[in-house]
């Protein structure tokens, strides 16, 4: 069993930044850990996600790119988000998972293939 607690998060204004980190309690073995979002009265939708083999790749959705970073840090089993530029379209309930046996092929994106989820944290960007 692993256990995702994410932290960051908040409120900002349009164009501002945040950072979300998610840490697991133990890495079992490699495989690939996202984020997801969930704005209300919408679907949950990926948002990023990278393999957890040290120098990983990392993935995106179009509407998150050049803005968002996800990054690693294995020796802490945390994965980060960096948020730049945010728009009020970003404003949702931000979610971490992992489990997922592959990220490549669009695999990351599908919400089915995680074992594990976070509680979510809130971003709420202003216009």
């Known amino acids: 069993q692993v256990q995702l607690v994410e932290s960051g998060g908040g409120s900002v204004q349009a164009g501002g930044s945040l950072g979300l980190s998610c840490a697991a309690s133990?890495?079992?073995?490699?495989?690939?850990m996202g984020w997801f979002r969930q704005a209300p009265g919408k679907e949950r939708e990926g948002v990023a996600a990278?393999?957890?083999?040290?120098?990983?790749?990392?993935y995106y959705v179009d509407s998150v790119k050049g803005r968002f970073t996800i990054s690693q840090d294995n020796a802490k089993n945390t994965v980060y988000l960096q948020m730049n530029s945010l728009k009020p379209e970003d404003t949702a309930m931000y979610y971490c998972?992992?489990?997922?046996?592959?990220?490549?092929?669009?695999?990351?994106?599908?919400?089915?293939?995680?074992?594990?989820w976070g509680q979510g944290t809130q971003v709420t960007v202003s216009s």
């Open positions: 133990r890495y079992t073995s490699t495989y690939c």
């Open positions: 990278i393999w957890t083999a040290p120098g990983g790749t990392t």
């Open positions: 998972a992992a489990g997922a046996a592959w990220c490549s092929g669009g695999m990351w994106l599908k919400r089915d293939e995680y074992n594990y």
